[in-house]
């Protein structure tokens, strides 16, 4: 008795392709969290009322990294300065001046899942 498969070449190579989807989102989303990360510091760290820029330390601060750990990835926005927390959410006497985290939200829910997504689908068309 003999079985044969027709396209499990091709099956096999899209499942290959899958192994590399976290090399593939990591390509695509980087240049897009460095976007990301250029337009908070534009457009919420840069001269903006009520936010007055002595050094620009808290601007300079805020990075962005793709991390790989392992079985996800992980997309981070941060900064070492200790004080961006009462810019972020205010205290008593400081009105809350920073947006980071809502703009956040928006991000991942508007573009880093349409770029997994067509990640994904380029990872299973290839």
């Not at 004080?83 to 009105?95: L, R, S």
């Not at 956040?104 to 829910?109: D, K, L, N």
Request: proline fraction near 2%.
């Amino acid at each position: 008795m003999e079985f044969r498969v027709d396209g499990l070449n091709e099956v096999i190579e899209k499942l290959n392709n899958l192994n590399r989807l976290d090399e593939i989102v990591e390509q695509k989303v980087k240049p897009e969290l460095t976007e990301f990360v250029n337009d908070i510091k534009s457009n919420q760290l840069s001269g903006r009322p009520g936010l007055d820029i002595i050094t620009g330390t808290l601007r300079d601060s805020i990075v962005e990294e793709v991390v790989d750990a392992g079985d996800s990835l992980e997309f981070i926005v941060g900064s070492d300065v200790d004080y961006i927390i009462y810019h972020q959410y205010g205290t008593e006497t400081i009105p809350k001046r920073l947006y980071i985290e809502e703009e956040w939200q928006q991000f991942i829910e508007n573009d880093i899942i349409s770029i997994i997504e067509d990640a994904a689908r380029e990872a299973l068309e290839a």
